[in-house]
């Protein structure tokens, strides 16, 4: 493991890259961050996983501006994240948002597990315990059903939600989708289509 200091160390550095022409990607990074510098027009909420293989605007080949991402292990709701997304929608203008989750999700391994946790990580372990349950019927890939059960659960109730966000609207139609990102493949797959 890399200590906290090292690891601030690396991102600092690498920002800097950035930032004084640097950096590998710099001349398109820096077209796009002076377009997007006062205002931006993403096409989608993503609300995804904190997991750290799972690079949200790379696995769509986005770049800078192009979604507004909420990331949250598991990628289950709270207050902060439906905050998030009721956000995009009212002030940025965003019409989809996907719920995207992704194999071999550590926070099912978690929840999967005997493991005691504090309180605040049994809140969020409990959020995906309900898919892990529901799970249990297939008997096999127990884990997998799971992942994808919570991104269909979620799926409906930002859909459900969503509904109050456009409700002086009713022309305004937001599409919410479902998807599951395959680590090994790199291949994302919908699982739950706009209804």
Do not use: W
Request: charged letters at 25%.
């Amino acid at each position: 493991m890399i200590p906290a200091e090292e690891a601030l160390k690396i991102l600092l550095e690498g920002n800097q890259q950035y930032s004084t022409e640097h950096s590998i990607y710099y001349e398109e990074l820096d077209r796009v961050r002076r377009q997007t510098y006062v205002t931006q027009e993403p096409i989608a909420v993503i609300i995804g996983c904190s997991d750290a293989r799972v690079p949200v605007e790379i696995i769509f080949n986005c770049k800078p501006g192009d979604l507004f991402v909420v990331r949250i292990a598991g990628n289950v709701l709270n207050v902060d994240i439906v905050g998030s997304v009721e956000y995009a929608i009212k002030y940025l203008g965003v019409n989809l948002v996907l719920v995207l989750g992704h194999s071999n999700c550590g926070v099912f391994n978690a929840a999967m597990s005997g493991d005691k946790f504090s309180f605040e990580l049994k809140g969020l372990i409990d959020k995906v315990r309900a898919a892990v349950y529901r799970a249990n019927q297939y008997k096999e890939d127990i884990r997998e059903h799971a992942i994808k059960g919570n991104v269909i659960e979620t799926a409906h109730d930002v859909e459900e939600i969503c509904r109050r966000f456009t409700g002086d609207d009713p022309g305004r139609k937001i599409g919410v989708a479902g998807a599951y990102y395959d680590l090994g493949t790199g291949k994302v797959e919908i699982i739950r289509p706009i209804e």
